[in-house]
């Protein structure tokens, strides 16, 4: 038996626990709706220009920012999401153009100079004559270097003019929040922030059930009660480690053929993976 087989087994139409970046699979905890409703703030204000949203290793930034852009995208609205760090400001800003323009501009040059004027043009094409406003969200940010920050809070500067409704939002992981506040520059132009925690103790089952009834469950009720506090234990509410831990613990009720996920599946797969990452 495989993993496929699991989806039959337990009644489900996708993988509950495979995927921690489908936006379908959002869970609304009290952390994750005030991101969002902080970020949905920031940019409804229009003359904001420079957010950040950072979070904990795993605590759900990513599958938070897809439905962030869902949530913001409009008629009105040109939303771009750059998910890689660029190693130099140039690269980020050719890519910019290249989002804003749609394909249209075409140019064989890296110059910074040249490329800041073809932005400007585009912008002023593409949102401006459109009556738009541009977000801009980067994620993992923590990964550029001070230069390239330093590059994207000035390029926010166009957008001291009411005419220039511009906003960017930082994405990235804890070290993000340490680099922003290393630099009182960076750090004053951040208008409104958010860093997202792990979960709480008494939305580890509310989690689990949730991502069961996306994937096709009528209740969720597959883990039994008893598994909520050796998954407390053994994940610290972090959700990419539930989901890992849970996946597993899927498949080793199913092989045992249980009616439920009770407490020994879930603590085998767990002493397992410990005993493998050598703890």
């Not at 949203?53 to 995208?73: C, H, N, P, R, Y």
Request: with cysteine; aromatic share 10%; charged share 25%.
């Amino acid at each position: 038996m495989t993993h496929n087989d699991s989806l039959a087994y337990w009644g489900l139409s996708m993988f509950p626990f495979d995927d921690s970046r489908n936006p379908q699979f959002f869970f609304p905890s009290s952390k994750h709706n005030e991101a969002l409703t902080r970020m949905i703030y920031l940019v409804k204000q229009g003359n904001v220009r420079l957010g950040m949203f950072s979070g904990e290793i795993g605590a759900g930034k990513t599958i938070s920012s897809m439905v962030l852009q869902q949530q913001i995208t409009s008629p009105d609205r040109m939303v771009v999401y750059l998910p890689n760090a660029y190693a130099e400001f140039r690269h980020l800003l050719a890519d910019l153009i290249d989002k804003v323009s749609e394909g249209s501009i075409e140019f064989d040059t890296f110059d910074e100079y040249i490329l800041m004027k073809a932005f400007e043009k585009v912008f002023k094409m593409n949102i401006l004559a459109k009556k738009r406003s541009l977000v801009v969200m980067l994620d993992e940010a923590q990964a550029y270097s001070h230069d390239s920050l330093m590059k994207i809070k000035n390029l926010t500067n166009l957008g001291e003019l009411v005419e220039y409704p511009m906003t960017f939002i930082l994405i990235g992981q804890p070290e993000l929040r340490k680099f922003v506040k290393s630099d009182e520059s960076i750090n004053q132009r951040i208008a409104l922030r958010f860093h997202l925690e792990y979960l709480d103790e008494d939305e580890i089952m509310e989690y689990i059930k949730h991502r069961l009834r996306i994937a096709g469950h009528p209740t969720g009720e597959i883990f039994s009660a008893d598994v909520m506090t050796v998954c407390k234990e053994a994940t610290m509410g972090i959700p990419r480690e539930i989901n890992r831990f849970c996946r597993l613990a899927l498949d080793n009720a199913r092989a045992k053929q249980l009616d439920f996920v009770d407490r020994d599946s879930l603590e085998e797969v767990i002493y397992d993976q410990r005993v493998q990452e050598g703890f």
